[in-house]
């Protein structure tokens, strides 16, 4: 019987971030229910991740090399024709490796990152809650995640940067030293955006300020680390006097476009450093052309943790061997179980 499981999507390795981010933004819809593309694509099962490295999809369907192709069509509608190359499909024991490999964080930027298990179990109980997933997904999800687990408790893969968050905090250090008297604002209340406010607290700037469209949330954050919690309009006037600015929102839309924010530094004699953790990006690219404005995204990021992946070489072929023995154990368990047997080879 032919391969059931396969996997559709783009990713950091094999697409820019102009075209991840145009596939952030058509996926939205998608993430609030995945249903309709489950019918047009004819797929059984279904499970949906998206975060701001990936988009990609893996499903079960009686004929995947002609689900894949629909699969591949409504990517290519989504984010263009010069993703075509980037789609290269994933069946069977492969798309199994590749999923076991993301929960353990072998296939982010930042080795062992912590946020991504977090993120493929999410993405699984959404499925899993919508009725979207099977007796195929479960098992290979279910089993996934427990490696990630057991890859981050068995091996040192965490050492180091392990975060976006944390990457964006080591950046800071770069541009800033030891401590900075200044001012930072962070917009976001996340898991990404909890961790870089812990550590610029550790910097000893002046005033850290925590912005949010619910301010109640922006409070809480800013009150574990000496802050003070503003809402979203006072934090955008705030680029105004800050040294530093980090975004890590969800929009569909630029929240900085070039001309708000020229006429809003206009009067400033100073630099203003701006980290944008966003997928979509929350400040327009053009703003970097703006006199005295440095901007980062995520694709800045990767240089800076560069070296700290380079230490982690052994924890990785640790973290390999676990990775392949539980893939093993997946298939195995799959073979034994009815109505499976050939589904996957």
């Known amino acids: 019987m032919s391969e059931q499981l396969f996997q559709v999507g783009i990713n950091h390795l094999t697409a820019p971030m102009h075209s991840r981010e145009r596939l952030a933004r058509g996926a939205d819809s998608l993430d609030e229910s995945p249903s309709p593309l489950r019918r047009e694509a004819g797929l059984e099962e279904i499970v949906l991740l998206s975060t701001c490295s990936r988009l990609e999809i893996f499903a079960r369907a009686e004929d995947p090399a002609a689900a894949a192709e629909r699969l591949a069509a409504w990517f290519l509608r989504l ?10 499909p994933r069946f069977g024991v492969s798309a199994i490796e590749h999923i076991f490999r993301v929960a353990a964080g072998l296939e982010s930027w930042i080795l062992g990152e912590s946020e991504i298990l977090c993120q493929v179990k999410k993405a699984y109980n959404a499925a899993l809650a919508r009725r979207l997933t099977g007796p195929l997904t479960n098992r290979v999800f279910q089993s996934a995640i427990a490696t990630g687990k057991l890859v981050r408790t068995q091996t040192r893969i965490q050492d180091g940067i392990r975060s976006i968050g944390g990457a964006a905090a080591v950046l800071a250090r770069k541009i800033f030293g030891s401590e900075c008297r200044g001012q930072a604002v962070v917009f976001g209340a996340g898991e990404a955006a ?16 925590v912005a949010n469209r619910t301010l109640e949330r922006a409070e809480e954050l800013a009150g ?11 934090g955008l006037r705030k680029m105004s006097e800050v040294e530093i600015a980090l975004f890590s929102t969800s929009c569909a839309r630029p929240l900085v476009e070039k001309a708000w924010l020229k006429e809003t530094i206009s009067s400033r004699s100073r630099p203003l450093f701006i980290i944008d953790l966003g997928m979509p990006r929350n400040v327009a690219p053009e703003c970097a052309a703006l006199p005295g404005v440095y901007l980062y995204d995520l694709d800045d990021l990767k240089g800076v943790v560069e070296q700290s992946m380079t230490n982690k070489e052994s924890a990785k072929h640790e973290a390999e061997a676990i990775v392949r023995g539980a893939v093993d154990d997946c298939l195995a368990q799959i073979a034994k179980a009815r109505g499976f047997a050939g589904a996957v080879r």
């Open 79 to 88: 984010g263009g024709p010069e993703i075509r190359d980037c789609l290269k």
């Open 194 to 209: 909890e961790a870089v406010c812990r550590h610029l607290a550790a910097k000893n700037f002046a005033q850290l300020y």
């Open 224 to 234: 574990k680390i000496a802050g003070r919690g503003v809402s979203f309009e006072a």
